[in-house]
T-cell receptor, first 116, second 112 residues
Framework: KAGVTQTPRYLIKTRGQQVTLSCSPISGHRSVSWYQQTPGQGLQFLFEYFSETQRNKGNFPGRFSGRQFSNSRSEMNVSTLELGDSALYLC???????????????FGPGTRLLVL | TQLLEQSPQFLSIQEGENLTVYCNSSSVFSSLQWYRQEPGEGPVLLVTVVTGGEVKKLKRLTFQFGDARKDSSLHITAAQPGDTGLYLCAGPSTSGTYKYIFGTGTRLKVLA
């Protein structure tokens, strides 16, 4: 079974630009979560989508947004990029059983974003 | 706020040595997962522990979930250079939100 795929793998942008990252979950997985990973802060939760609905959001500014399509593929967008947005952005998919019950998360390889 | 603290933060050992990584919390988790992440890649799931006191083995790696489900450990026997990487523990938030809490990470380097 194919794993989680993320595109692009690497991206270089300049301050003030915006960027869109894409994630295709494992077939049959309907939950997609996004994380930001930096050396200083570690893995931080951005948001989670299930059936095209954002169910939870981490403590990030409104410049970070996302969406999920009917085929469970997801995109995240960062507008007005700042130098501090340079990070590895990871997507993970799972098949949540519902609130209080969890399935394992499987991660994609990530998109390495560098903001100059 | 649920937190997962890992120790040590960094570990550099010689090939063949044994080591233990700890993941601790003051909160109860319904399950805990351990991941290994190599540079430039996403975390890869190693194991999920669900039952308090549970012990799982994966070749030279032994994972244990604390009886109270507030802590976990990862023990590596006879470490090899291929074990080098960032080890992360993670658990589902129990606050009713659909997110995982990740530990602070342990960066392991095994020298040949």
């Amino acid at each position: 079974k194919a794993g989680v795929t993320q595109t692009p793998r690497y991206l270089i942008k300049t301050r003030g630009q915006q960027v869109t990252l894409s994630c295709s979950p494992i077939s049959g997985h309907r939950s997609v979560s996004w994380y930001q990973q930096t050396p200083g802060q570690g893995l931080q939760f951005l948001f989670e989508y299930f059936s095209e609905t954002q169910r939870n959001k981490g403590n990030f500014p409104g410049r970070f947004s996302g969406r999920q399509f009917s085929n469970s593929r997801s995109e995240m967008n960062v507008s007005t990029l700042e130098l501090g947005d340079s990070a590895l952005y990871l997507c993970a998919s799972s098949r949540p059983l519902g609130q209080g019950a969890w399935e394992t998360q499987y991660f994609g390889p990530g998109t390495r974003l560098l903001v100059l | 706020t649920q937190l997962l603290e890992q120790s040590p933060q960094f570990l550099s050992i010689q090939e063949g040595e044994n080591l233990t990584v700890y993941c601790n919390s003051s909160s109860v988790f319904s399950s805990l997962q351990w991941y290994r992440q190599e540079p430039g890649e996403g975390p890869v799931l190693l194991v999920t522990v669900v039952t308090g006191g549970e012990v799982k083995k994966l070749k030279r790696l032994t994972f244990q979930f604390g009886d109270a489900r507030k802590d976990s450990s990862l023990h590596i026997t006879a470490a090899q250079p291929g074990d080098t990487g960032l080890y992360l523990c993670a658990g589902p938030s129990t606050s009713g939100t659909y997110k995982y809490i990740f530990g602070t990470g342990t960066r392991l380097k095994v020298l040949a």
